[in-house]
């Protein structure tokens, strides 16, 4: 992949803060008697259910927080994207002070410095993992409770679309991390034989 399509490629990924919000728009909230009214069926649930299924949503939701906060990895590969493509200009111009600080800045600089967004990239996937299992748990249960058409109406509404866009998210950007890597690798070390 050259910088060109990586730069397009970072600049399609999802946004996460919105996939998370309008995931928790479509699904189950906290059940009480004022909420959840796209799914009055849920009001029929026994206490103990309720209960089960709010401590499990409320799990859910303090993981989404991390979820959501995340949306700052993209903002960092928007970053490498344009400083790569800066990187190769000042390399081929041979403007080695600039092609040093660029280099400097994306190996030291507290906001990106790529080792701290390769934990990041990590950390979201493993909170989108612990996501996707408490949303199938909550699922799970639900299935048991409900009648078929409901359990059908309740799975036919578009948080799966979202998760889904979530989870590409998480494969997209492991990907383009990766690409950004060896050509950061490539670029850099062609600065050093410019010395």
Same mark, same amino acid.
């Given at each position: 992949?050259?910088?060109?399509?990586?730069?397009?490629?970072?600049?399609?990924?999802?946004?996460?803060?919105?996939?998370?919000?309008?995931?928790?728009?479509?699904?189950? /909230? *906290?059940?009480?008697?004022?909420?959840?009214?796209?799914?009055?069926?849920?009001?029929?649930?026994?206490?103990?259910?309720?209960?089960?299924?709010?401590?499990?949503?409320?799990?859910?939701? /303090?993981?989404?927080?991390?979820?959501?906060?995340?949306?700052?990895?993209?903002?960092?590969?928007?970053?490498?994207?344009?400083?790569?493509?800066?990187?190769?200009?000042?390399?081929?111009?041979?403007?080695?002070?600039?092609?040093?600080?660029?280099?400097?800045?994306?190996?030291?600089?507290?906001?990106? &410095?790529?080792?701290?967004?390769?934990?990041?990239?990590?950390?979201?996937?493993?909170?989108? /993992?612990?996501?996707?299992?408490?949303?199938?748990?909550?699922?799970?249960?639900?299935?048991?409770?409900?009648?078929?058409?409901?359990?059908?109406?309740?799975?036919?509404? *578009? !948080?799966?679309?979202?998760?889904?866009?979530?989870?590409?998210?998480?494969?997209?950007?492991?990907?383009?991390?990766? !690409?950004?890597?060896? !050509?950061?690798?490539?670029?850099? &070390?062609?600065?050093?034989?410019? &010395?």
């Amino acid at each position: 992949m050259n910088l060109r399509e990586l730069k397009k490629e970072v600049q399609e990924l999802g946004d996460i803060s919105k996939d998370i919000n309008k995931f928790h728009d479509n699904w189950v /909230k *906290p059940i009480r008697s004022n909420t959840n009214k796209h799914l009055p069926f849920l009001k029929k649930l026994p206490e103990e259910v309720k209960d089960e299924v709010n401590k499990k949503i409320y799990l859910m939701q /303090k993981n989404s927080e991390n979820i959501r906060h995340s949306q700052i990895i993209t903002n960092k590969l928007n970053f490498y994207s344009r400083y790569l493509i800066e990187l190769k200009l000042t390399t081929l111009n041979g403007d080695r002070k600039k092609s040093e600080m660029i280099t400097n800045r994306l190996l030291n600089d507290d906001f990106l &410095k790529m080792k701290n967004t390769i934990s990041d990239i990590k950390s979201f996937d493993e909170n989108l /993992k612990e996501f996707t299992g408490q949303y199938h748990e909550i699922n799970k249960l639900l299935e048991k409770k409900l009648s078929l058409d409901e359990v059908l109406f309740l799975m036919d509404l *578009p !948080h799966k679309k979202y998760l889904y866009n979530l989870t590409e998210t998480s494969k997209k950007q492991k990907k383009i991390v990766r !690409h950004i890597g060896r !050509h950061f690798i490539s670029l850099a &070390k062609k600065t050093v034989l410019n &010395k």
